[in-house]
């Protein structure tokens, strides 16, 4: 079992839909969370993080945390073409402050006009 | 202010060369990393440096070696490349260990190894 999973997709949606992104984690004792958007042949750039449970607001962007359920998801209200991107879900596991960021393989969302 | 900056952006080399990836930061950070992507597989932590002075393996170090050079670069180097090296590198920095600070990343240097 992978550290971190995400579905690759792609997730397509319809302009001023909610997209919504999945990621789980194997690692019970994981502290923090990341998402990153990355676009085709860019680098990475952090969207949001959480690191307590329940939702965690930023404009059109919710992040939800479970840790009893072990997933964390991003959602993206109103979604504009310029959303398309690959989504990187990254943890930081257990024992934190050791510099590791697990990412999962990423999710790539379509916003068709 | 440049951010994180790398060099080259682009190189192809022949299996059993070698090369070093450079990588500096103007932001002052103190913590500084080195990760690939390939396909299918999101970023992969090679190596990372928490503070100048020392540097620590991540998930795929074999083939790799790294410098702190100062606080500013930190730099990845290839002995003898291979064919499973080819790859994206990202080179990133945050102001500390990520667990409560975002990591900033550089715009890739892609490599082919023949």
């Known amino acids: 079992q992978k550290e971190v999973e995400q579905n690759s997709g792609p997730l397509s949606v319809p302009e001023g839909a909610i997209a919504s992104l999945n990621c789980t984690y194997s690692?019970?004792?994981?502290?923090?969370f990341f998402w990153y958007r990355q676009y085709s042949g860019k680098s990475p750039e952090l969207i949001m993080f959480?690191?307590?449970?329940g939702d965690k607001e930023d404009g059109r962007f919710t992040a939800q945390l479970n840790k009893a359920s072990q997933y964390v998801s991003l959602l993206i209200r109103d979604s504009q073409p310029s959303d398309s991107a690959t989504y990187l879900c990254a943890v930081n596991p257990g024992s934190s402050n050791t510099g590791k960021l697990i990412f999962g393989q990423g999710t790539t969302l379509q916003v068709k006009p | 202010n440049a951010g994180v900056t790398q060099t080259p952006k682009f190189q192809v080399l022949k299996t059993g060369q070698s090369m070093t990836l450079q990588c500096a930061q103007d932001m002052n950070h103190n913590s500084m990393y080195w990760y690939r992507q390939d396909p299918g597989m999101g970023l992969r932590l090679i190596y990372y440096?928490?503070?100048?002075?020392?540097?620590d393996k991540g998930e795929v170090p074999n083939g790799y070696n790294v410098s702190r050079l100062n606080k500013r670069e930190f730099s990845l180097r290839l002995e003898s490349a291979a064919p499973s090296q080819t790859s994206v590198y990202f080179c990133a920095s945050s102001r500390h260990l990520p667990s409560t600070d975002t990591q900033y990343f550089g715009p890739g240097t892609r490599l082919t190894v023949l």
């Open positions: 690692d019970r004792g994981s502290q923090s």
């Open positions: 440096s928490a503070s100048e002075g020392t540097t």
């Open positions: 959480i690191y307590s449970n």
